[in-house]
């Protein structure tokens, strides 16, 4: 195993510092929505108010993640970054630390408002990362950045749970939503701090900044990521409702983590690899094995059969997501990477809202048919990516940093 790759991106400090940083700040993605809900549940007694919340946060995110990757883009330099991301920062950690401190003596429709703020806020973190791997990788390890990334966004998704664990335990759902503001903006603060300014060559002179992200090619990737969105969606369903069926609601979260395992697995053993097929080929085929697991997944009849399978369903799935950031980068006008990187974070939480909305609907029907809807999106997916036109504009990475 070539291990030697991850061993020379962490000990690279342009690598390593804001890769860290980042990752404190994306802390609060594995356990924000939840803490939302029993915060305002516990608050107002109103599962509705509470959805409300955790729903307006999402669209918030969502809604501003664009503009927010467009002045990154067009910060250029560190004081530019500043200016973009530290206010964002600020008022996200505002939103939170009132909504956690004040929840009993404010109306519902001011906390709903506060889990606005707080997703219009949000600092694009995630995407500033993918952003900048270009620029501080050669583009030989470049797939082995984005496949590192995507491990250690799937230590969020197996973290984070544990920590709200914790701060349940020890002190309160309040105190959570003020250690995800304390997060992120200390991580905020240390990506601007570590991050790489990029070179005068690299910033967009003239009509070079009004580049069009509309290509054919990248489109069919943003349509990959949405597709994917929804079959996680109707999967998250799926796999509730299957506990339930076998009186297992305690197995969820067990279940969640050896999914997060199998992914961690792939995630690592994908980047040590040379690729030689094309990044979109390579999308479309791991997409098609997510759809094989997926499609499996009937036939489990046990708790214990389910969660084998769900590591093999993982295995695919963080280089699934390294992998698409690899298409976005190198699909993407450079002065417009982070915009990009904004877009398809987008369009895959987009498709986990509307994956949760189908897919409920139909198994409350037929309860059998949760994972079969997920695999039929995973396999929409993978076609959107092996039939994308091939892109005439494709930018090489190791020319042109983020």
């Known amino acids: 195993m070539h291990m030697k790759r991850y061993a020379s991106i962490l000990g690279d400090g342009a690598c390593a510092k804001p890769l860290v940083a980042s990752l404190i700040g994306r802390i609060p993605e594995g356990m924000i929505s939840v803490a ?55 008022v996200f950690a505002a939103a939170l630390v009132l909504l956690g401190l004040a929840t009993a003596r404010i109306p519902n429709a001011l906390m709903v408002g506060l889990t606005v703020v707080a997703g219009l806020s949000r600092p694009p973190l995630e995407s500033a990362m993918r ?11 470049l797939q082995a950045a ?50 790489r300014p990029p070179t005068a060559e690299s910033r967009p002179r003239g009509e070079q900044g009004h580049a069009e992200l509309g290509s054919p090619a990248l489109r069919s990737a943003l349509a990959a990521a949405a597709l994917y969105g929804i079959s996680m969606g109707a999967f998250e369903i799926a796999l509730t409702a299957f506990c339930n069926r076998h009186d297992a609601q305690s197995a969820i979260g067990v279940l969640l983590a050896v999914w997060s395992a199998g992914s961690l697995t792939g995630g690592l053993l994908y980047g040590t690899r040379s690729w030689k097929l094309g990044t979109m080929t390579r999308l479309g085929l791991l997409l098609s094995a997510l759809t094989i697991a997926l499609a499996a997944l009937p036939a489990a009849g046990t708790v214990w059969l389910l969660g084998i399978l769900l590591f093999v369903m993982g295995m695919p799935t963080a280089p699934f997501t390294g992998t698409l950031s690899a298409a976005v980068s190198e699909l993407a006008p450079p002065q417009r990477r982070n915009e990009a990187f ?44 092996l039939f994308a036109p091939q892109s005439r504009h494709a930018i090489s990475q190791r020319d042109v940093p983020a």
């Open 36 to 90: 939302f809900v029993l915060v305002v549940h516990q608050s107002t007694g109103s599962y509705t108010a509470a959805g409300l919340a955790t729903g307006g946060y999402a669209a918030g995110a969502a809604l501003s993640a664009p503009l927010a990757g467009r002045a990154l883009d067009r910060a250029g330099r560190r004081a530019g970054r500043r200016a973009a991301l530290i206010p964002r920062a600020l």
């Open 131 to 141: 952003a900048l791997w270009p620029s501080v990788v050669p583009a030989t390890r």
């Open 146 to 195: 984005y496949a590192l990334d995507a491990v250690g966004q799937d230590l969020i998704w197996l973290g984070a749970p544990l920590l709200l664990s914790a701060l349940l335990v020890f002190a309160d759902a309040r105190a959570a939503l003020v250690v995800c503001g304390g997060c992120t903006l200390l991580g905020t603060l240390g990506y601007v701090a570590a991050a």
């Open 342 to 385: 904004t877009w398809m974070t987008a369009m895959v939480t987009s498709g986990i809202a509307v994956g949760n909305a189908v897919a409920g609907p139909i198994i409350q029907l037929s309860p059998t048919l949760g994972f079969p809807v997920a695999a039929a999106a995973a396999a929409a997916a993978a076609a959107a990516a």
